[in-house]
């Protein structure tokens, strides 16, 4: 004869179920605060590897501006230094040519040496030109010595050349009062004019020798390849 399941029976296997169920959840929410915390650290480090590259980023973008500044910065200082050199070296020029201008005038006091200066001026015209007629520039005050340098020019030119030369004293068309003195030789009936004055040797003396007074007061240009 079978007799029913107790109430005891019951009682017991339902806390067995309970229990169970009770194990069953606790397992698995252990396994999706295990799964959650994985997750939160992978998004944590995904977040962390973000900002990290974000702050690289910016760190970077600064960095390049600060350095562009710094370059750009010294870049000026160096070209406003250039610029004060360049700027204090032609003024030394300037002053060293104007010094040589203000002499000029002096040289016409010594007349032997003036006589022998322009005689030279006149024959470096005369062997340019290499005509048989030419005629000589002067200022009015030079006049008597530039005669002289006239006759001692046509005697050196011939015992060079063995050639006989004319050289006139234009006396119509005198040079400025207030030039530096020094001589033009005309020839080709006035169509050539060689300026041989004083104050356009130093012309020209500032033009083609500027390079090598340069280069004597302040060296070399070392970034300079070429020169004329």
């Known amino acids: 004869m079978s007799h029913g399941i107790s109430d005891d029976q019951v009682a017991g296997e339902l806390k067995k179920m309970t229990a169970f169920i009770r194990q069953e959840a606790l397992e698995k929410a252990k396994e999706i605060e295990i799964k959650a915390d994985e997750e939160f650290a992978i998004e944590k480090s995904k977040l962390v590897r973000q900002e990290t590259s974000s702050i690289d980023t910016t760190y970077e973008k ?6 562009m500044s710094q370059q750009i910065t010294r870049s000026t200082l160096a070209n406003k230094t250039r610029i004060k050199v360049l700027s204090a070296r032609q003024e030394l020029l300037d002053e060293l040519f104007e010094k040589a201008r203000d002499q000029l005038a002096g040289f016409a006091e010594d007349k032997s040496n003036y006589t022998g200066i322009c005689k030279n001026l006149i024959l470096e015209g005369c062997y340019a030109l290499n005509e048989k007629k030419v005629a000589v520039r002067a200022r009015k005050q030079d006049y008597e010595v ?3 340098a006239i ?9 060079n050349t063995k050639e006989e030369i004319s050289i006139e004293l234009d006396e119509k068309n005198p040079h400025p009062q207030e030039s530096s003195g020094g001589v033009s030789i005309v020839g080709t009936g006035g169509k050539v004019d060689i300026n041989n004055t004083l104050d356009e040797r130093l012309r020209l003396l500032e033009t083609d020798a500027l390079p090598m007074v340069r280069a ?11 020169y004329d």
């Open 146 to 148: 530039v005669k002289k």
């Open 216 to 226: 004597s007061l302040f060296g070399k240009n070392q970034n300079r390849k070429f």
């Open 62 to 67: 600064k960095f390049k501006q600060a350095s």
């Open 151 to 159: 006759g001692d020019a046509k005697k050196e030119y011939k015992e």
